[in-house]
């Protein structure tokens, strides 16, 4: 793992939006393109960070105002952290854990150059798992899969299709298949 880089991981062409855009444009790219946050990017440089938090922060704290008038910069923090392409991974989750962030900008000689997210070092690094489980998000993550395991062993179901006969009634999983009592017996 020492020898995997964050160029190597991260994503390299992130979303990102004009600081002048204003909110109701950040959050229906953040809906299109299915992104939690937005890079504030003019001429490849860096300008901010929005989240959907952020947003959220501007809905309820300025929900008199119209989201349309609200620019991006204007609420993006001034203070911005952001890691190197050439950092380990290693040095990356020690950075994310201590930040308790769960994405961090990658710049190169003052230039945008990607974005690397816990996710990314997930896919790639499952065996680092242990490290990232303080971050909240991924605690979440544990417990939903704990749940989605139960779910898949669990014999008995609630009411649904039966798989076999069609009829709408309580279901057993049955060798991967959800069957009524009847196509049950019947096997």
Excluded at 76 to 105: D, N, Q, V, Y
Aim: charged share 35%; glycine share 4%.
């Amino acid at each position: 793992m020492k020898r995997i880089i964050v160029a190597d991981i991260m994503t390299r062409y992130p979303v990102t939006i004009k600081p002048e855009a204003n909110l109701l444009e950040c959050a229906k790219t953040m809906v299109r393109k299915k992104v939690g946050s937005l890079l504030l990017v003019s001429q490849k440089r860096l300008i901010g960070f929005i989240s959907e938090k952020d947003i959220l922060w501007a809905l309820v704290k300025k929900s008199k105002q119209d989201l349309s008038k609200i620019r991006a910069v204007d609420i993006s923090p001034k203070k911005i952290a952001t890691i190197k392409p050439t950092e380990t991974i290693e040095g990356t989750i020690t950075k994310m854990k201590k930040l308790k962030f769960e994405r961090l900008p990658v710049i190169h000689n003052n230039e945008l150059v990607g974005m690397i997210t816990i996710k990314d070092i997930l896919n790639f690094h499952p065996e680092v798992y242990p490290e990232l489980y303080e971050l909240a998000g991924i605690r979440e993550e544990i417990e939903k899969l704990k749940r989605v395991k139960k779910a898949k062993e669990r014999i008995f179901m609630h009411e649904g299709v039966c798989e076999d006969c069609g009829n709408e009634e309580v279901l057993y999983r049955v060798d991967g298949k959800l069957l009524c009592e009847e196509c049950k017996n019947l096997m």
